[in-house]
């Protein structure tokens, strides 16, 4: 038996209760058999050789993506988007700071500086981490590396860069460090530029361009027992274009700080990790591709602690403690359009000192209670308190009680308006509420483990989560079509008011797995299954609509949030195969996976948005000598099942072709893929509506967003 093909060494043995073992198609893809880890586990030990958004990882690992701007997209756990998938970047909790969550927690670090990532959909351990429903996503840069000797000297260091052709895509990558034995200090950057992509049909996908950078600079510290790291990060994207969306990214800045501290305790260990990032948010327009003339601005900070104990009792049983807190501020306001009477003559304020803390607390105790069975039961608690000021309009002169109109017995210039209101009204009423909002959640997480035989294992799991809703759902205030059209992350076109009122999330979730493999290790197979029931699941409540054209297929509506209840299900396959091997051939292998989802509205068995249809993937791989390819086969049927109230397109089935192949000579790696080989056009199921093509050409309509055509991609790395 070769060492390449040993799924119990090289490959995903264990997958975690709710989400089965798709990362077998990911070449990074390392289990760890630790009874303290049920998640999936995807490793990058040579991830100088990525560039580029950390997307293409997490994708390897069954994450779906709602498709956002060129490194923003939005990532869909079992059918659920957004803040329902609670995203951790080196355990700091980002909040997205942006109306259409531009910035989301993924966009603040590239693939080049991933050390390890992990995915647990639906059913994570409460320890995981809270706010969430649809699962946790983990993403690690911090993994310090320390020398041997005394002396602190050079360590390693590496330089990337990586050519697409679909969108001209040039993206550079560095690293370098320095250690001793008890000192490390390392840095990474990127830069990555890139055009609007083309689609299978040779036509440009508007307002797809973008450009970013990151860094990160990482310093840490140890002995015997303890450890302490800090790390430093900055963050510029001067734009990048959302062609989903009314609006552009005209600049992000954001600096951040983590701070970690661990120790070895008698029987186990304590951590902990104090984070604080701060951002400076614009909106507006900046390619003819998409033109306008409207700036917004958010500023905002995170700031979080998290305490953590492990105590070992034995060496079969273990409890996790923690006591966390995270805070969150943000100001919202769109300045005044010097000689507009639409967008003045006073700021937008959208969102006024919005505070979003939470303080939790958490117990969970792991423990193998004989060679078959081991389980892992705990309980989180967690105080989510809201609060937003007082807002105003473009039109009026000041908050507070004394708010008036600018110009007395005239009609608000800021177009139509919902629910028969003006802003100026809507903005009284905010204004005379009590604002504060308290949400008490308690989630709790049964998992179990049973070996069946020496090839067959077991995995149950129960949970009940929580998630609070955020301060965009909360308190986006404004009603008139300019205002609303200007709140969401959907990528519909339509419009959003937020609704002080919210109930917080409850998701009740059951999901089973079960993994089958050949004595030999020849083979595996995983089979999940899924349902969540969520209660008071925030959809939109249609209160209005608006047509800027006399045709049908421009219509748009405004929705209001609101709390309904909803059932997702879903199943997934997946399995691996090795066809062949020999000394001149090399190993092959075969992968391939299947998934369905469904979700749904309680009241009238209506779809719920952005449902992912059945979808496959089968890919052959080959590795011999220095050389490693492979051909992957991804087809995705038709969507047919849409959410009416937002307008959501059908799109057709389609099935795309993929092409690859690596090769390492010592400290250099090459890589060749061809994507979408046959230049086939398809439309994003997930992609939502190009509103960039509707702004340049109304009499089109809302299409659906199309993917990318035929790119030629180059990278090359050298490691020294």
């Given at each position: 038996?070769s060492?390449?093909?040993?799924?119990?060494?090289?490959?995903?043995?264990?997958?975690?209760?709710?989400?089965?073992?798709?990362?077998l198609l990911?070449?990074?893809?390392?289990?760890?058999?630790?009874?303290?880890?049920?998640?999936?586990?995807?490793?990058?030990?040579?991830k100088?050789?990525m560039?580029?958004?950390?997307?293409?990882?997490?994708?390897?690992?069954?994450?779906?993506?709602?498709?956002?701007?060129?490194?923003?997209?939005?990532?869909?756990l079992?059918?659920?988007?957004?803040?329902?998938v609670?995203?951790?970047?080196?355990?700091?909790d980002?909040?997205?700071?942006c109306g259409?969550?531009?910035?989301?927690?993924l966009?603040?670090?590239?693939?080049?500086?991933?050390?390890?990532?992990?995915?647990?959909?639906?059913?994570?351990?409460?320890?995981?981490?809270?706010?969430?429903?649809a699962?946790?996503?983990?993403?690690?840069?911090?993994a310090?590396?320390?020398?041997?000797?005394?002396?602190?000297?050079w360590?390693?260091?590496?330089?990337?860069?990586q050519?697409?052709?679909?969108?001209?895509?040039?993206?550079?990558?560095?690293?370098a460090?320095?250690?001793?034995?008890?000192?490390t200090?390392?840095?990474?950057?990127?830069?990555?530029?890139?055009?609007?992509?083309d689609?299978?049909?040779?036509?440009?996908v508007?307002?797809?361009?973008?450009?970013?950078?990151?860094?990160?600079?990482t310093g840490?510290?140890?002995?015997?027992?303890q450890?302490?790291?800090?790390?430093?990060?900055?963050?510029?994207?001067?734009?990048?274009?959302?062609?989903?969306?009314?609006?552009?990214?005209?600049d992000?800045?954001?600096?951040?700080?983590?701070?970690?501290?661990?120790?070895?305790?008698?029987?186990?260990?304590?951590?902990?990790?104090?984070?604080?990032?701060?951002?400076?948010?614009?909106?507006?327009?900046?390619?003819?591709?998409?033109?306008?003339?409207?700036?917004?601005?958010t500023?905002?900070?995170?700031?979080?602690?998290?305490?953590?104990?492990?105590?070992?009792?034995?060496?079969?049983?273990?409890?996790?403690?923690?006591?966390?807190?995270y805070?969150?501020?943000?100001?919202?306001?769109?300045?005044?359009?010097?000689?507009?009477?639409?967008?003045?003559?006073?700021?937008?304020?959208?969102?006024?000192?919005?505070?979003?803390?939470?303080?939790?607390?958490?117990?969970?105790?792991q423990?193998?209670l004989?060679?078959?069975?081991?389980?892992?039961?705990?309980?989180?608690i967690?105080?989510?308190t809201?609060?937003?000021?007082?807002?105003?309009?473009?039109?009026?002169?000041?908050?507070?009680?004394?708010?008036?109109?600018?110009?007395?017995?005239?009609?608000?210039?800021?177009?139509m308006h919902?629910?028969?209101?003006?802003?100026?009204t809507?903005?009284?009423?905010?204004?005379?509420?009590?604002?504060?909002?308290?949400?008490?959640?308690?989630?709790?997480?049964?998992?179990?483990r049973?070996?069946?035989?020496?090839?067959?294992?077991?995995?149950?799991?129960?949970?009940?989560?929580?998630?609070?809703?955020?301060?965009?759902?909360?308190?986006?205030?404004?009603?008139?079509?300019?205002?609303?059209?200007?709140?969401?992350?959907?990528?519909?076109?339509?419009?959003?008011?937020?609704?002080?009122?919210?109930?917080?999330?409850?998701?009740y979730?059951l999901?089973?797995?079960?993994?089958?493999?050949?004595?030999?290790?020849?083979?595996?197979?995983?089979?999940?299954?899924?349902?969540?029931?969520?209660?008071?699941?925030?959809d939109?409540?249609?209160?209005?609509?608006?047509?800027?054209?006399?045709?049908?297929?421009?219509?748009?509506n405004?929705?209001k949030?609101?709390?309904?209840?909803?059932?997702?299900?879903?199943?997934?396959?997946?399995?691996?195969?090795?066809?062949?091997?020999?000394?001149?051939?090399?190993?092959?292998?075969?992968?391939?996976?299947?998934?369905?989802?469904?979700?749904?509205?309680?009241?009238?068995?209506?779809?719920?948005?952005?449902?992912?249809?059945?979808?496959?993937k089968?890919?052959?791989?080959?590795?011999?000598?220095?050389w490693?390819?492979?051909?992957?086969?991804?087809?995705?049927?038709s969507?047919?099942?849409?959410?009416a109230?937002?307008f959501?397109?059908?799109?057709?089935?389609?099935?795309?072709?993929?092409?690859e192949?690596?090769?390492?000579?010592?400290?250099?790696?090459?890589?060749?893929?061809v994507?979408?080989?046959?230049?086939?056009?398809?439309?994003?199921p997930?992609?939502?509506?190009?509103?960039?093509?509707?702004?340049?050409?109304?009499?089109?309509?809302?299409?659906q967003?199309?993917g990318?055509?035929?790119?030629?991609?180059?990278?090359?790395?050298?490691?020294?």
């Amino acid at each position: 038996m070769s060492s390449h093909f040993s799924l119990s060494n090289s490959q995903c043995v264990l997958s975690p209760v709710a989400l089965s073992i798709v990362m077998l198609l990911s070449p990074f893809a390392i289990a760890d058999e630790s009874i303290e880890v049920i998640e999936v586990h995807g490793q990058n030990p040579n991830k100088h050789e990525m560039l580029g958004s950390a997307e293409q990882l997490l994708s390897e690992l069954g994450v779906n993506f709602s498709a956002a701007g060129g490194v923003s997209s939005l990532p869909i756990l079992n059918g659920m988007m957004g803040d329902r998938v609670k995203v951790i970047v080196d355990g700091a909790d980002i909040t997205a700071a942006c109306g259409n969550q531009m910035n989301p927690p993924l966009s603040y670090i590239s693939a080049n500086q991933v050390s390890s990532y992990s995915v647990i959909a639906g059913i994570s351990p409460v320890s995981a981490g809270g706010d969430n429903i649809a699962g946790v996503i983990k993403v690690n840069s911090i993994a310090p590396q320390y020398s041997e000797v005394a002396e602190l000297d050079w360590h390693s260091g590496y330089v990337s860069a990586q050519y697409r052709s679909i969108n001209h895509a040039k993206a550079v990558g560095v690293g370098a460090r320095l250690a001793s034995d008890s000192f490390t200090l390392s840095y990474q950057g990127a830069f990555e530029d890139a055009d609007s992509y083309d689609d299978g049909r040779g036509d440009l996908v508007l307002d797809t361009l973008y450009r970013v950078q990151n860094h990160a600079l990482t310093g840490a510290i140890r002995d015997e027992k303890q450890q302490f790291v800090i790390k430093l990060t900055h963050q510029k994207i001067p734009f990048q274009g959302f062609a989903n969306q009314y609006m552009d990214m005209t600049d992000n800045t954001s600096y951040g700080f983590i701070s970690q501290y661990s120790r070895i305790i008698d029987r186990g260990e304590f951590q902990a990790q104090v984070n604080f990032n701060d951002v400076k948010h614009k909106m507006g327009f900046f390619t003819p591709e998409k033109t306008g003339m409207m700036p917004m601005n958010t500023d905002a900070q995170d700031i979080s602690y998290q305490l953590n104990w492990r105590l070992d009792f034995d060496a079969d049983t273990q409890l996790l403690l923690g006591q966390e807190y995270y805070g969150y501020r943000i100001d919202d306001w769109w300045p005044a359009v010097q000689g507009s009477m639409m967008m003045g003559p006073n700021d937008y304020v959208n969102i006024n000192d919005g505070k979003r803390d939470r303080i939790t607390g958490f117990a969970e105790l792991q423990k193998q209670l004989n060679k078959k069975w081991w389980v892992s039961a705990g309980a989180r608690i967690e105080h989510v308190t809201t609060n937003a000021g007082e807002v105003q309009g473009y039109t009026e002169t000041k908050m507070g009680g004394g708010m008036h109109e600018n110009m007395e017995n005239m009609p608000s210039m800021e177009g139509m308006h919902a629910m028969g209101k003006s802003n100026e009204t809507a903005a009284a009423e905010f204004n005379a509420l009590d604002r504060k909002r308290t949400d008490t959640l308690v989630d709790a997480s049964l998992l179990l483990r049973y070996q069946v035989g020496a090839n067959d294992e077991l995995q149950l799991g129960l949970a009940r989560k929580n998630r609070a809703p955020n301060l965009y759902e909360r308190y986006s205030w404004g009603v008139s079509t300019m205002s609303t059209s200007m709140i969401g992350w959907f990528g519909d076109g339509n419009g959003y008011i937020g609704n002080p009122d919210l109930e917080a999330e409850t998701a009740y979730t059951l999901s089973a797995s079960y993994t089958k493999s050949a004595a030999d290790e020849s083979w595996q197979i995983t089979t999940n299954a899924w349902r969540s029931k969520v209660d008071d699941y925030i959809d939109g409540t249609v209160v209005d609509s608006f047509n800027r054209t006399d045709m049908a297929s421009t219509k748009r509506n405004i929705l209001k949030f609101s709390n309904i209840d909803a059932t997702l299900y879903g199943v997934k396959v997946d399995a691996a195969l090795r066809i062949f091997e020999s000394k001149h051939a090399g190993l092959w292998l075969l992968k391939a996976g299947v998934t369905a989802t469904h979700g749904e509205r309680d009241d009238s068995d209506e779809s719920l948005y952005q449902i992912m249809p059945l979808h496959s993937k089968i890919a052959i791989e080959q590795q011999v000598g220095k050389w490693q390819s492979a051909l992957s086969w991804e087809w995705v049927d038709s969507k047919t099942r849409v959410d009416a109230r937002r307008f959501e397109n059908k799109t057709d089935s389609y099935s795309l072709l993929n092409i690859e192949t690596k090769a390492t000579w010592d400290k250099l790696t090459v890589k060749l893929a061809v994507t979408n080989l046959l230049d086939e056009y398809y439309q994003l199921p997930l992609g939502g509506v190009s509103i960039a093509q509707y702004k340049k050409d109304m009499t089109v309509g809302f299409n659906q967003l199309a993917g990318q055509g035929r790119s030629v991609n180059l990278g090359m790395s050298y490691a020294f």
